[in-house]
C-alpha cells in the first residue's frame, strides 16, 4: 500500500508534500470540512478558508457570525462553532498547538473518535486506526468483513506502527480512486491478490449496508417580507429604490443555531401555513416550495411573500439588500428559497 501511495497519491491543498511536515491545522480542518462533503467541494472552500484563517491562532480570534457565514454549504453548522471552541482551547489550554495524540484531540469540542484518530495519523505519525467511508469500503472487501466491528478489528490487524499517516492516506486514496462503490477497477489494484471479495466475484456486495429506514418528513413555511428602503445612491435613476428583505438570526442552539436565515415559522408534522408569520403585512401563500435532506429527516418549506407595511413594527431581524443576498450567508435551504423567489419574479 506504502508504495502503491508513494506513486499514485493525491496533491491536495492541506496534504503535505513528500519529505514536508504536516500542518496540524490544516489536517484538523480538512477532517472536520471532508464529513459528508466531497474533496471537489471542499477544495476552494478549503483554500478560501485558510486565506482567511490561516492558522489556530487566527480562528480562536474569529468573529463566529463570520465564521459560520463561511461555512454555508458545508453541512452542520456545529461543525463550525466547534472548530472556532476547540480553537479557543487549543490557545488558552495548549499554548496554541494541536495535542498529538488521540485522548487529547478527543477532548476538543468537535473531534470524535474518527476525527482524532485521522489527526494523530497524519499531522503526528502516531499509529491510530483510521477508518473513513473509503477505508471502510476498501477493508470490507479485503476481509468480507459483515459489519463496521469486523472491520475495525481487521483494519486494527493491517495498520502498521510506522508511516500510519501515509497508510491511512494511501487507504483513503485507494477507496476514493479504485476500490469505488460501483465498478471497481480490481486490475489496477494494488491489493487484489488478496481480497477476498475480489477472488469471490462480490466486491459490491461489501461492505454490507443495513437496511435504509425511511426518514421522517418535516414541514414549515418560509416568509419573504420585503420593503423598499432609500433611494439608491449616486448613479441611480431618479426614485429607484434599494429592495430588502427580513433575515433573522436563528436561535443559537439547535439545527442551523445562530445563522442568518429568513424567517420561518416552527417545523411541524404538518404544514403550518400561516403559523408564526412575522406581523406588519398581509401574507400570500406562493404555489413553490423547496425541499432539503437532513442526516434524520426531510424538510419542505412552502414560500409565503408579503411586503412590509411602513407603519408597522417588525419584531426583530435585519433588514438586508435583495441584490446582495449572496454575501449574507444562508444556509444552504433559505439560499433554495431565495432562488425560488428569484424564478417567481420576487427578488
Request: proline share 7%; hydrophobic share 45%.
Amino acid at each position: 500500500m506504502l508504495s502503491w501511495y508513494d506513486r499514485h497519491r493525491r496533491t491536495l491543498p492541506w496534504r503535505a508534500l513528500p519529505g514536508e511536515r504536516p500542518d496540524p491545522y490544516r489536517v484538523w480542518l480538512s477532517e472536520i470540512m471532508l464529513q459528508q462533503t466531497t474533496v471537489a467541494t471542499v477544495r476552494p472552500r478549503f483554500e478560501a478558508w485558510v486565506a482567511r484563517w490561516p492558522d489556530v491562532q487566527s480562528l480562536a480570534a474569529a468573529d463566529e457570525a463570520a465564521v459560520m457565514a463561511a461555512w454555508a454549504g458545508l453541512g452542520y453548522y456545529a461543525r463550525a462553532r466547534n472548530l472556532v471552541r476547540a480553537a479557543r482551547a487549543i490557545v488558552t489550554d495548549h499554548g496554541g498547538c494541536l495535542p498529538d495524540d488521540e485522548a487529547g484531540l478527543r477532548a476538543l469540542p468537535g473531534l470524535g473518535d474518527y476525527t482524532a484518530a485521522a489527526v494523530a495519523a497524519i499531522a503526528f505519525g502516531r499509529r491510530a486506526v483510521v477508518i473513513d467511508a473509503n477505508v471502510e469500503r476498501v477493508v470490507a472487501r479485503l476481509f468480507r468483513a459483515a459489519d463496521k466491528k469486523a472491520v475495525r478489528v481487521a483494519a486494527e490487524t493491517i495498520t502498521p506502527p510506522a508511516r500510519a499517516g501515509d497508510f491511512a492516506q494511501a487507504m483513503m486514496d485507494l477507496g476514493s480512486a479504485i476500490c469505488s462503490p460501483k465498478r471497481p477497477k480490481c486490475l489496477l489494484c494494488p491489493l487484489q491478490d488478496a481480497c477476498a471479495a475480489h477472488a469471490a466475484g462480490v466486491e459490491e456486495a461489501y461492505p454490507v449496508k443495513p437496511a435504509k429506514k425511511a426518514r421522517p418528513v418535516r414541514f414549515g413555511t418560509i416568509f419573504w417580507l420585503e420593503r423598499d428602503a432609500a433611494p439608491i445612491a449616486t448613479g441611480a435613476p431618479d426614485g429607484a429604490a434599494l429592495r430588502e428583505v427580513l433575515l433573522v438570526r436563528r436561535p443559537p442552539r439547535g439545527l442551523l443555531g445562530g445563522m442568518r436565515a429568513l424567517p420561518t415559522g416552527e417545523w411541524c408534522d404538518a404544514p403550518p401555513g400561516l403559523a408564526g408569520a412575522p406581523q406588519g403585512c398581509d401574507w400570500v401563500m406562493l404555489n413553490d416550495r423547496v425541499t432539503h435532506g437532513f442526516t434524520h429527516f426531510t424538510l419542505e418549506l412552502s414560500l409565503a411573500r408579503g411586503r412590509w407595511d411602513a407603519h408597522s413594527a417588525v419584531d426583530a431581524g435585519e433588514w438586508w439588500p435583495v441584490d446582495d443576498l449572496d454575501a449574507a450567508g444562508l444556509p444552504t435551504i433559505f439560499a433554495k428559497a431565495a432562488a425560488a423567489m428569484g424564478r417567481m419574479g420576487c427578488t
